[in-house]
């Protein structure tokens, strides 16, 4: 990787509020307050991305009983925002339990790295 692509190009943002499974919110919240450089919402759109790049359906999330979901407002990258949209049309799935199974597959996927 070079330094460069460490770096966005220019996008829209959008603020979203939705429902975010506090055990899900509560662990990106760690990652942007101990160990990465990023805010909540900054995390949370390279889960978004980290599930774009698979090129595969984002596998629906059910909610673990006993947890609570928490209405968060967030800001979306609007590319990430519109696929996100796309896929909700075809699938039905709504747009917050995508959300929330791109939170929960990117801490599968790298939970080894923190």
């Known amino acids: 990787m070079k330094a460069i692509d460490r770096l966005y190009r220019k996008d829209k943002n959008i603020t979203r509020s939705v429902h975010i499974d506090q055990d899900l919110y509560s662990k990106i919240q760690y990652l942007s307050e101990n160990v990465f450089d990023a805010s909540v919402s900054r ?13 595969k359906s984002i596998a629906f999330y059910k909610k673990p009983d006993g947890t609570d979901s928490i209405y968060r407002s967030i800001v979306l990258r609007k590319s990430f925002y519109d696929e996100l949209i796309k896929i909700k049309g075809k699938t039905g799935i709504s747009f917050s339990r995508l959300l929330n199974g791109c939170m929960k597959e990117f801490l599968d996927d790298y939970k080894n790295e923190f």
């Open 43 to 55: 995390i949370i759109n390279v889960c978004i991305e980290n599930s774009l790049l698979k090129n």
